[in-house]
């Protein structure tokens, strides 16, 4: 881990953040020049999340309880295995997973980023991979010059994935189903926790994504059903 320098909270949307936490910026910024300590790992955090989080979920808060607790969870698993272990840092490495479910426009997305720059101002390490299901398959097509599998195992290896929008797309094909079937089940196996979202409700998804799929959610994941209206109607009214 290397050092990272004292951070501009304004730059990276931490004031609100912060604020609902009771995180002070002195913690944060201290200057102990020790790269393992939980405030260096928080800014180190902190600049990857502002690398991956998408412009419009930049300062995106979570306010689920279903998933601040699901990733209190995750930080207590991850430092009782610190302790285990005298690992120098406590880092995500398994847990459960969290299925976010609920109609378009309810704010599942909001709360997956959310749930992302929560996690980096904890100070515990997590290495996040974050896709759509939509873009993953993009990605995984079989084209020339690329490792398909080299590309799958970045999804199904990541420590921690955030799975937007799966069951999103209206048709699925026999290598869409391939791919949520091999990608699913090898992160039940490992437990690595996955944070998926999609907009089908609970009847359909076994329907949408079949039995085997449908089985290995149940099991390892919580799931939280947003409702309400759309709130991207909603601003534009
Ligand atoms: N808790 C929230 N506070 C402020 N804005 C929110 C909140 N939740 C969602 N939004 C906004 O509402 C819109 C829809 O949210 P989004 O998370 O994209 O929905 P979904 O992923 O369920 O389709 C977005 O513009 C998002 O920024
Ligand atoms: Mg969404």
């Not at 599998?149 to 420590?159: I, K």
Request: hydrophobic share 40%; proline share 6%.
């Amino acid at each position: 881990m290397q050092w990272i320098p004292p951070i501009n909270p304004k730059r990276f949307h931490l004031e609100e953040l912060l604020a609902a936490r009771d995180i002070s910026l002195d913690w944060l910024n201290s200057n102990d020049l020790d790269p393992h300590s939980p405030a260096n790992i928080a800014r180190h955090s902190i600049t990857k999340a502002a690398e991956i989080i998408p412009f419009h979920y930049r300062d995106a808060v979570t306010d689920s309880p279903e998933v601040l607790s699901w990733l209190a969870e995750l930080v207590a698993q991850a430092r009782d295995d610190q302790a285990g272990r005298g690992a120098p840092t406590a880092t995500v490495t398994h847990g459960r997973s969290l299925l976010l479910l609920g109609p378009t426009g309810t704010g599942k997305t909001h709360q997956a980023y959310g749930a992302i720059r929560e996690l980096a101002i904890t100070g515990v390490a997590a290495t996040w991979v974050v896709t759509t299901a939509a873009d993953m398959y993009a990605a995984l097509r079989p084209r020339h010059g690329i490792d398909s599998e080299a590309e799958f195992r970045r999804y199904r290896n990541a420590s921690i994935l955030l799975l937007d929008d799966l069951g999103a797309e209206r048709k699925p094909t026999e290598f869409t189903e391939e791919v949520n079937f091999r990608l699913i089940n090898w992160r039940y196996e490992n437990q690595l926790p996955t944070l998926i979202t999609s907009n089908l409700v609970p009847k359909e998804i076994s329907a949408r994504l079949g039995d085997r799929v449908t089985s290995r959610l149940i099991e390892m994941c919580q799931r939280v059903v947003f409702k309400g209206p759309d709130r991207r109607r909603g601003e534009a009214a």
